[in-house]
């Protein structure tokens, strides 16, 4: 009976994160719906999502937990970590993430912000004091030659993507490595699901008065707003509920394993909807940047 009861937990967060992890590449590719064929900017899209998921996280893990959350209304350094968390960590991955899918398309845009892991790797051996270990200098070379392949084919004289693309996507990257690593440094006393959806709704919030977000013209039809919905509920509170429950599961190895479907399903669906066009050294860059995750993942 336990190992049934075992075997069906470990099918249950292979399954969540694996829904999770398509449903966060499905909203990439909803996102360059939205700026091919709707008019739609980055920013507008970015303080609607961030506003939007804020308010429904707050619902489901704020309110259940908002005695645990009080001592975060109290003035404090806590607030100032909770900005950095918000704006340096949430905001730059989401705008950047946008950005980048604008400038590229999704599958692209995606595989550069699975750099992540690098820039997570860095900043453990900055707090640790130490330097890298044998594997996670070869997960860095990795990383860098995906980049290279992805950016030049192979060429050094010229880029083949968007110079803006490349720079967001990489910008995205660090902002998951900042709103990875602080909680766990500066804001561990509170729940990640509360912290998230108080972050998501702050980063929102500030980037919406400084950006003008109410004089940020726009124009959607039903499809638009639709894929809107999708990419709010879908893509962004559905994925990252699904994720978690994976994490609880599997663990964060597994599921940030199984994960990698997402830059995947983001180029399949770049492929099948948007006809965009990926050559060899494209796929090797693909190939070079999931690397550093199973090499970061083995025991």
């Not at 308010?55 to 109290?74: G, K, N, Q, T, Y």
Request: proline letters at 3%.
């Amino acid at each position: 009976m336990l190992k049934m009861q075992g075997d069906a937990k470990l099918w249950r967060g292979f399954f969540c994160t694996l829904i999770g992890g398509i449903g966060w590449g499905f909203s990439g590719a909803c996102g360059q719906y939205l700026f091919l064929y709707q008019e739609v900017d980055p920013m507008w899209l970015t303080v609607v999502r961030m506003l939007s998921a804020g308010l429904i996280l707050s619902i489901l893990f704020v309110l259940p937990h908002a005695r645990a959350m009080r001592p975060m209304l109290r003035p404090g350094t806590q607030w100032l970590w909770l900005v950095i968390y918000a704006l340096g960590g949430l905001m730059i991955s989401q705008f950047g993430y946008l950005s980048a899918v604008k400038y590229t398309n999704s599958g692209t845009a995606t595989m550069l912000v699975y750099l992540n892991p690098v820039f997570i790797l860095l900043c453990v051996c900055v707090l640790a004091k130490r330097f890298p270990l044998k594997k996670e200098l070869i997960a860095i070379v990795f990383a860098l030659m995906g980049t290279f392949f992805m950016a030049t084919h192979g060429n050094l004289s010229h880029l083949v993507i968007s110079s803006q693309g490349l720079f967001w996507g990489i910008a995205s990257a660090v902002g998951i490595a900042v709103y990875t690593i602080l909680p766990a440094q500066c804001l561990s006393k509170y729940s990640t699901q509360a912290l998230m959806a108080i972050g998501m709704f702050v980063g929102g919030f500030i980037m919406a008065f400084a950006v003008d977000f109410v004089h940020i013209p726009y124009r959607l039809d039903y499809h638009g707003y639709l894929a809107m919905a999708l990419i709010i509920l879908l893509g962004t509170v559905a994925a990252f509920l699904l994720y978690m429950q994976g994490v609880a599961d599997l663990g964060s190895v597994k599921a940030s394993m199984i994960a990698c479907v997402e830059p995947i399903s983001a180029a399949v669906f770049s492929l099948l909807w948007f006809d965009a066009h990926f050559v060899l050294m494209d796929y090797l860059g693909f190939a070079c940047i999931l690397a550093t995750i199973f090499v970061l993942g083995r025991r």
